[in-house]
């Protein structure tokens, strides 16, 4: 059988009920890896920013890398690429913000 390889992601502030979700869809797809960068702007909600993080550490997910800051055209591919480091995976068309 042919190993399913890891999904890579940028996640923004989402609703921690939507992660769920998400993260649940793919495993029952057969994904049980996922490299995750979470970004979130300067203006996003400190509380939602926690919130999400805690949902990813309670489904054991722990993000590879979290950024802040203003938001620029070139933010997601850079944190993407710094996810796949050589590495080849699964990368939804989409964002999930």
Same mark, same amino acid.
């Given at each position: ?5 890891? %999904? ?5 502030? *989402? ?46 997910? *722990?993000?590879?890398? *979290? ?14 690429? %710094? %996810? ?11 964002? %999930?913000?």
């Amino acid at each position: 059988m042919t190993a399913v390889p890891p %999904l890579i992601a940028v996640v923004g502030p *989402v609703e921690p009920a939507l992660l769920t979700a998400w993260v649940g869809h793919y495993r029952a797809l057969g994904v049980d890896r996922f490299l995750l960068a979470f970004y979130f702007t300067e203006h996003a909600c400190p509380e939602r920013r926690h919130a999400v993080q805690a949902a990813c550490r309670e489904l054991g997910v *722990v993000p590879e890398a *979290v950024s802040t800051g203003p938001w620029h055209e070139h933010t997601n591919v850079r944190l993407r690429d %710094l %996810l796949r480091q050589g590495r080849s995976g699964l990368a939804p068309a989409g964002r %999930l913000r």
